[in-house]
């Protein structure tokens, strides 16, 4: 399909090509997975060694609007393989090719649900980092085309393929805790001020109509690239769902819950002053329609520890006692008993990465530790969040429909303007 084509045709791509160019059946294939990634910062980064050691995955593309991002991760791959990948500014490349069989998406958020729509469109699995949309119709929109094209969709979350994780979640629905009435997400990370950078010209490697995207035509400063777009609310969601979505989604997990009736969510910007938009500081409470309460808080400026969380965890409360759960391991505190019983496990990228591929090869998406819908679920949460603090008050959720209880300019919220040519289809 010619990306002309493709553009105009956005809302309503025939993939029947690319699904019977993508759907074979893995199982005992000796054929590795073609991978491309899209987004080479910290995160694309990160994931781009794991991917290019597993044996069963090839790396054959790399994409990013930023040309010395991609030259510079194609010199590592040529490190890790003996091979380089081909590089493109533009996503739609990808799309298009058909020899393509799964993508990882790591772009910024205001990216991640179209993209992933895209490669379900066009046939392709996908891994998408967190949060997996920055807002809630089009993370709808992004499980309907998983759906609807029968493909392997993994979230980004990678706690939920670590095995401390895993066996501490397990005790606590085996009832360990007794019954769990609520949950803490804790994110106790201290960053500094951005400063102000002003609006100039985008530099010559910088493809910045593409790293724009679905966002509004703004001009470009240094705050927007790379990472501190998490700050600004065009591009990116705040702490509450960048840091705060991983914690947040192991809560959700382990109170085995879906979405909440009621959100409030306050805070603000502490501290200094700064070209910043998202709040450094931000608590929510998310209550269940059974009265389950879910509580986040992200906290950007020195801060204490809590129940002996000294960076990011999560806590969990029961009839019986308590428990403590962050990277080192999990802390089960039974009655009044100070000593806790420590439960130890391991885990890394690797292993959630490899769940992935697995899925891709039995076609069981049963078998995703992360599937798309079970994170999207999670996502909600830190949005809607959002919206409670920007409009500075308590919102109630229908969970059923899908909607703010409220009027449109409300509902509004949900979702977002696109900007031409990148828009969210009408139908997937």
Known sequence: ????????????????????????????????????????????????????????????????????????????????????????????????????????????????ALAAIWASQNGKHTYVEKPVCYAIREGQKMVEAVRKYNRISQGGPQRRSHNLYRNAIEKLHNGVIGDVYMAKALVLVPRESLGFKPVQEPPPWLHWDLWKGPGPDVGYHENLVHYNWHWFWHFGNGEMANNGIHQIDVCRWGLNKKLPVKIQSGGGRFGYQDQGETPNVQHASFEYDDGTILKAETRGLPTNSEGDIESS????????????????????????NKEP????????????????????????????????????????????????YRLKQEVTFDPKQMVLIGDEKVNALLTRTYRKPFVLPEEV
């Open 1 to 112: 399909m010619k990306r002309r084509n493709f553009l105009s045709n956005s809302s309503s791509i025939l993939a029947g090509a690319a699904l019977i160019g993508n759907s074979k059946s893995w199982a005992g294939a000796n054929e590795r997975v073609r991978l491309a990634m899209i987004g080479m910062g910290w995160r694309g980064g990160q994931l781009l060694p794991v991917a290019a050691k597993n044996p069963e995955v090839k790396v054959v593309t790399l994409c990013d609007p930023d040309e010395r991002r991609m030259t510079e991760w194609n010199g590592k791959l040529e490190e890790i393989t003996g091979e380089k990948a081909k590089l493109t500014p533009d996503m739609r490349e990808i799309m298009e090719d058909q020899e393509i069989d799964a993508v990882l998406i790591s772009t910024p958020n205001h990216w991640h």
């Open 313 to 336: 965890g999560v806590l969990f409360y029961g009839s019986k006692g308590y428990m403590v759960i962050d990277n080192r391991n999990a802390r089960i505190y039974q009655g009044r």
């Open 341 to 388: 019983e420590i439960i130890e496990g391991r885990g890394n990228d690797a292993m959630h990465f490899q769940n992935f591929i697995n899925g891709i090869r039995t076609g069981k998406p049963e078998t995703l530790h992360a599937e798309i819908e079970e994170i999207f679920l999670s996502t909600c949460l830190p949005l809607l969040a959002n919206i409670s």
